[in-house]
């Protein structure tokens, strides 16, 4: 068995699954012990855990881009770089054609249940278009959260582009003022997250060079790539919309001229 036997009442589901799950799933040593380890940490029952290793959170966990070793204390930092993924999976969202920072921002509200699963352990939702006010000047965080293990509060700022070395310094900027007007004595320094949809390694690296303020830059997927024989078969999510809501209306007419 993987699990420790003094350990196994705390688990959900029976630890069977669980076995079944990893030792069917991931097949490197080192992988599957960093997932029993995680599980065992935060009890994630069967289900979470079948979404984590298809999502390969593994390969994910820490690939952000971030200038946390230099401004932060090395036991902080490497506490810190854990919690940012790179990529984001925001396959929960269906969006149309039509899609800006605001819509990805409204979808992730929607769907705040699945986004804090996607965030990871330990995220507190504070808001959205979150109000700091600056010299008598008002200006809104996209997305606010505390993190309740690492004790500090974390900005998140969506761009539905590439990332451009003017948005550290705006992040530098929103990370500032929460430390200012909201962090107290207790709490560690804010942490600022970019969430683009894609990134040159090179220019986020000198976009955060000199800047004291933690502050990481990662991607998002709205959707998994389909593998290439599939793509032009399988229809969208949104044709599925489209093709469902037609069945509706059509069953309503059958149902009106029935009556």
């Not at 390694?201 to 599939?230: D, H, N």
């Amino acid at each position: 068995m993987v699990w420790e036997g003094r350990r196994r009442k705390s688990f959900p589901y029976p630890d069977w699954f669980h076995n079944c799950v990893l030792l069917d799933k991931v097949k490197d040593p080192e992988e599957r012990l960093w997932y029993i380890q995680k599980t065992l940490e935060y009890g994630w029952s069967r289900n979470v855990l079948v979404l984590q290793v298809e999502s390969g959170l593994y390969q994910r966990q820490g690939e952000a881009i971030t200038n946390f070793e230099q401004v932060l204390p090395p036991a902080q930092s490497d506490l810190v770089q854990q919690i940012i993924k790179d990529p984001y999976h925001f396959d929960f969202l269906c969006l149309g054609e039509e899609r800006s920072e605001r819509i990805l921002e409204r979808g992730l509200i929607d769907h705040i249940r699945d986004f804090l699963m996607e965030l990871g352990v330990g995220f507190a939702f504070l808001g959205s278009q979150y109000p700091i006010e600056v010299s008598g000047k008002e200006y809104r965080l996209d997305l606010l959260f505390y993190h309740v293990k690492l004790h500090c509060y974390v900005v998140i700022d969506l761009k539905m582009g590439e990332f451009e070395p003017e948005f550290s310094g705006k992040m530098n900027f929103y990370v500032a003022a929460v430390d200012n007007l909201l962090r107290s004595p207790q709490d560690e320094p804010t942490i600022g997250i970019v969430l683009c949809k894609s990134k040159d390694k090179t220019t986020v690296e000198y976009a955060l060079q000199g800047i004291q303020k933690p502050i990481g830059v990662a991607t998002f997927q709205l959707e998994r790539e389909l593998p290439a024989p599939l793509k032009g078969i399988l229809p969208t999510a949104e044709q599925l919309e489209i093709e469902l809501n037609a069945a509706v209306a059509e069953v309503r007419i059958e149902a009106d001229e029935m009556e």
